[in-house]
């Protein structure tokens, strides 16, 4: 009985003692949400872009708020600086809104943080009073647009120095100064500018920024530049219009930067081979013959870039053979272009730009590449003759038409067009070496120049009796018969292997 009166006793003081923390909690949460609950009217001491709204609900702080911007508008001025250019700001250029019920009912309710945070926060506000600039944007049209405009203004991305390169200087290259670029701190001049518009007066800011540095550094670049490769082909037995022709279209390439993955072509940089553009008319091949034509010498100039393009291990995109090979290459190593079905084409394919410098002295077409170090000590060609192909001897013609009447009239004269020519099969090799040693090749070409029979022209007239025509000198061609001596005397001419 006595255990059973002791148990009854303890739960009675455990039902006492909870008693008395709840009606402690329940004080302690009306003392603290009941002071800083939300409330219909602002606290004394208020004040919103310098409108006094003590005591007010928020439609009366709204109309009040209203008529002080309406009555203040016009005298607000605001002056925005960086370096010395300035715009002006004035309240006369722009609508009221009033867009701030939102702000308002923040204000009004002041619910933010936790409770203790709270309780400080009104309390301060009751003893010290609360002095609130809304947003400009708010309050303004049209202020934010062109703020936006004079942002625009000021800011600038920073300039990245680089190479500048001058083929025809003695120092090639050179580096350009950067520049820091600008950056407005937007939420610092919107600050500053809520800041003016409560102030309805002149008021000056500063714009605020910061200075961005250029993400590049080149400060060791001009180093890692050099010469990757050089090729120089002669023409000092052209003739001055050849010769104008080829250092024109090299002309077009001097100086050239061709950034990483970029792709060029021969007869866009060059342009059209017209009088217009400066050239000139010189010998030219088509369908296997030498003839005149409008900008003759040009494949000399391609061809001299692509033999220094692919010793600098660049690309080849796109590159064509001659019908009758080049005098001054191997075979497999010339490049014809003309415009509308032969270009040569080519890409870096390097991950920094390639620069070139292209000229023509009196006597040859010179071609160098330069960028970044090349992997191998040096890169070289290697042509190979895989067979001579026989030409098909003489081929008469008679001339009909009387085109050829100055050189022949009648039967039995005979006055040579052309020469036959033999053919050739080749390929084109690259040696890469490192340190004199070869330490890998590849084929880039497999070509073949088709031979070409002679022309030979007869007259078609009759003689009349009594007329003899003087001996012929004009000796007729056999059918060509390949021959060990045939071969090795090819790649003498050839310079090949």
């Known amino acids: 009985m006595e255990e059973r009166s002791k148990s009854n006793k303890s739960s009675f003081i455990w039902l006492i003692a909870v008693a008395f923390i709840a009606v402690g909690l329940l004080l302690f949460c009306q003392f603290y949400f009941g002071s800083f609950s939300s409330s219909s009217t602002f606290y004394q001491n208020t004040r919103i872009n310098g409108v006094d709204v003590s005591g007010l609900n928020k439609e009366e702080a709204c109309a009040k708020l209203s008529q002080s911007l309406l009555e203040n508008k016009d005298k607000v001025s605001i002056t925005l600086k960086n370096g010395d250019k300035t715009w002006t700001l004035n309240g006369s250029e722009f609508e009221i809104v009033g867009n701030f019920d939102d702000a308002l009912d923040q204000i009004l309710t002041g619910n933010e943080g936790n409770i203790f945070e709270n309780k400080k926060s009104v309390d301060s506000i009751k003893s010290k009073g609360l002095s609130i600039n809304l947003p400009y944007q708010s309050l303004y049209g049209g202020v934010e647009e062109k703020i936006d405009d004079i942002v625009s203004e000021v800011e600038r991305e920073p300039i990245e120095a680089k190479v500048v390169f001058n083929p025809n200087q003695d120092e090639m290259f050179k580096l350009s100064d950067s520049e820091n670029g600008i950056k407005v701190d937007r939420p610092a001049l919107d600050e500053a500018l809520n800041e003016a518009f409560a102030s309805g007066d002149n008021y000056t800011i500063n714009i605020p920024f910061s200075e961005i540095t250029p993400e590049k550094s080149l400060e060791n670049a001009l180093e890692k530049i050099e010469m990757r490769s050089s090729f120089k082909t002669n023409y000092a ?261």
């Not at 039995?412 to 330490?439: A, F, H, M, N, T």
Request: hydrophobic letters at 30%.
């Open 237 to 497: 037995k052209s003739t001055n219009n050849r010769k104008s022709n080829i250092k024109l279209a090299l002309s077009a390439f001097n100086g050239l930067i061709v950034e990483p993955e970029q792709e060029v072509s021969f007869n866009k940089t060059t342009g059209s081979r017209t009088a217009e553009n400066g050239y000139k008319d010189g010998k030219i091949i088509f369908n296997g013959s030498y003839v005149s034509g409008m900008g003759g010498g040009v494949c000399q100039a391609s061809t001299t870039l692509y033999n220094a393009l692919i010793r600098s291990d660049i690309e080849i995109v796109s590159v064509c053979h001659h019908t009758l090979p080049a005098s001054y290459v191997p075979l497999s190593f010339d490049a014809m272009v003309s415009e509308g079905y032969a270009d040569l084409v080519f890409k870096n394919n390097l991950n920094s730009p390639i620069y070139i410098k292209a000229y023509g002295t009196d006597t040859e077409a010179v071609v160098e590449i330069y960028g970044a170090p090349l992997e191998y000590s040096e890169i070289k060609t290697r042509s190979e003759l895989v067979k001579v192909l026989a030409h098909g001897g003489d081929k008469v013609i008679t001339d009909k038409d009387g085109k050829y009447s100055n050189k022949v009239i009648y039967k039995g004269e005979y006055y040579r067009l052309k020469y036959p020519q033999e053919g050739y099969e080749s390929k084109g090799y690259l040696e890469y070496y490192k340190d004199g040693k070869l330490v890998n090749k590849k084929e880039i070409r497999h070509d073949c120049y088709p031979s070409q029979n002679g022309l030979i022209v007869e007259g078609s007239g009759t003689l009349e009796e009594g007329m003899t025509l003087p001996a012929s000198n004009v000796k007729y061609i056999n059918p060509q018969k390949v021959t060990k001596e045939t071969v090795e005397n090819a790649k003498r001419r050839w310079n090949v292997n």
